[in-house]
């Protein structure tokens, strides 16, 4: 192997993360037409077609798949060795990337993004937005957050948050007609605001209560996917939501909506940074749990 090739090879890598060459030439800061040569000469020497290319996608082939499966780890380690380096001045420092949900970023991280920012300048930290699971090796991530409950046995975790709690709430004016509901049950005969997952499934509302689990299928004028557009729907009065208690904690102060069910919302865990279990850890993913590491 040439000097060259080992350039060409992690860019490669960073056009299959990226899955296209314009956002692998923003990750590693150089023209696309750069990255398209790059690859090209890669593959004219290795003989071999590794990428598939159509006007609206770009994925590994088959040989693509197979070289990135080898190519990952070894280059993982270098990026390590460097950081390591790196880190013999006390600055971790390197790209750091994340795969996190929706509510994760805004509760668990983004009160704390400057400081972090702040404490690490030599870190460059992507988050990226998903509420669905991903393969976290093959997704190109350093780490992911959920909620406890989500976490996979075979993966490192630890907590970043507070605990946290649902919150059956209204605008007060969704009781002029209908009485207050005192059991889940009596959810029936309300009109709640409900929340599709990216899988396509509606949320069943959870509930327990001295021992006893419930979920119920609830019924409503609205399915929305997004925590803060079905807060604003209850204040405007459109019907019932379960949301986490940190989004209305403010509205339930000042009285623009009302909370019930309360004695059915139990605490439970919160978020949590997972990481594949490995023999060394990247000082950049060290510093980033060791931040975020919540403490009681």
């Not at 988050?127 to 997704?139: A, H, K, P, S």
């Not at 409503?220 to 019932?240: H, K, S, Y």
Request: net charge neutral; proline share 5%.
């Amino acid at each position: 192997m040439n000097r060259s090739q080992l350039a060409q090879l992690s860019i490669f890598a960073a056009v299959a993360s990226q899955g296209g060459f314009r956002g692998a030439a923003r990750e590693l800061g150089i023209a696309p037409s750069a990255i398209s040569h790059a690859v090209s000469s890669l593959e004219a020497s290795l003989g071999v077609r590794l990428l598939a290319r159509t006007t609206r996608s770009v994925a590994p082939t088959e040989a693509g798949a197979a070289l990135l499966e080898r190519l990952r780890p070894a280059l993982s380690e270098i990026e390590l060795a460097l950081e390591q380096a790196v880190e013999a001045r006390d600055r971790p420092a390197g790209n750091l990337r994340l795969t996190v949900p929706r509510t994760g970023a805004q509760l668990a991280l983004a009160p704390r993004l400057g400081a972090f920012s702040a404490a690490y300048p030599d870190i460059v930290l992507e988050i990226v937005i998903d509420d669905r699971f991903t393969d976290m090796v093959e997704g190109g991530f350093d780490a992911g957050i959920r909620l406890g409950e989500s976490l996979q046995r075979d993966m490192v975790a630890v907590r970043v948050g507070p605990q946290l709690r649902g919150a059956v709430v209204a605008a007060p004016s969704c009781f002029s007609r209908l009485p207050v509901p005192r059991h889940p049950r009596d959810l029936a005969g309300h009109r709640c605001l409900r929340f599709r997952f990216r899988s396509g499934a509606i949320y069943r509302w959870e509930f327990e209560k001295d021992g006893e689990a419930l979920e119920i299928a609830i019924s409503g004028p609205l399915i929305l996917d997004e925590d803060r557009t079905i807060v604003q729907a209850a204040l405007d009065g459109a019907g019932l939501a379960l949301v986490f208690e940190d989004y209305v904690r403010d509205h339930l102060a000042a009285g623009r909506l009302v909370r019930v069910l309360e004695d059915w919302c139990p605490s439970f865990d919160g978020f949590f940074v997972y990481y594949p279990s490995r023999r060394q850890m990247r000082p950049a993913l060290r510093a980033f749990v060791d931040f975020f590491r919540w403490r009681d």
